[in-house]
């Protein structure tokens, strides 16, 4: 569609108008219920999901998701906390190595040695694929 409009100059100017639709985010602040913001929660932090595509498909801020976080976990938040992933505590120990035993039978006993002093030994029960497997390693 085009309008022609007049000036008091006598000269004429031609204008498209149109239909113009605007697509994009909701602007402003929104409010989110406690209930939502633990659904959001939980599928923010379920196993296997991306974080900043919830972020996307919920039009939240990243920094909304872990204020919201922190808050569930103090409690803060209505309801029942969803089930978010937590770091665990872990401790690496020293194994002591198992006493040897003596043999109390030599017959189908294979000892192994290698060059440096590598020294494998197995008896006649010894699966076949797993003494392949660690003699690969060892040359």
Same mark, same amino acid.
């Given at each position: 569609?085009?309008?022609?409009?007049?000036?008091?100059?006598?000269?004429?100017?031609?204008?498209?108008?149109?239909?113009?639709?605007?697509?994009?985010?909701?602007?402003?602040?929104?409010?989110?219920?406690?209930?939502?913001?633990?659904?959001?929660?939980?599928?923010?932090?379920?196993?296997?999901?991306?974080?900043?595509?919830?972020?996307?498909?919920?039009?939240?801020?990243?920094?909304?998701?872990?204020?919201?976080?922190?808050?569930?976990?103090?409690?803060?938040?209505?309801?029942?906390?969803?089930?978010?992933?937590?770091? =665990?505590?872990?401790?690496?120990?020293?194994?002591?190595?198992?006493?040897?035993?003596?043999?109390?039978?030599?017959?189908?006993?294979?000892?192994?040695?290698?060059?440096?002093?590598?020294?494998?030994?197995?008896?006649?029960?010894?699966?076949?694929?797993?003494? =392949?497997?660690?003699?690969?390693?060892?040359?």
């Amino acid at each position: 569609m085009r309008e022609v409009f007049g000036s008091e100059t006598g000269r004429t100017s031609a204008r498209t108008t149109g239909r113009v639709e605007v697509v994009g985010r909701v602007s402003g602040r929104r409010s989110w219920s406690d209930a939502e913001k633990l659904e959001i929660l939980a599928e923010a932090f379920r196993p296997g999901v991306r974080v900043r595509d919830v972020i996307a498909r919920r039009e939240v801020s990243s920094s909304l998701i872990y204020t919201w976080r922190k808050q569930a976990r103090l409690g803060k938040l209505g309801g029942v906390a969803p089930a978010l992933p937590a770091f =665990a505590e872990v401790r690496v120990a020293d194994v002591a190595a198992p006493a040897p035993q003596p043999a109390t039978s030599t017959s189908g006993l294979i000892c192994i040695e290698f060059p440096g002093g590598v020294r494998v030994s197995v008896d006649g029960s010894v699966d076949a694929g797993a003494l =392949a497997r660690v003699l690969s390693v060892l040359r």
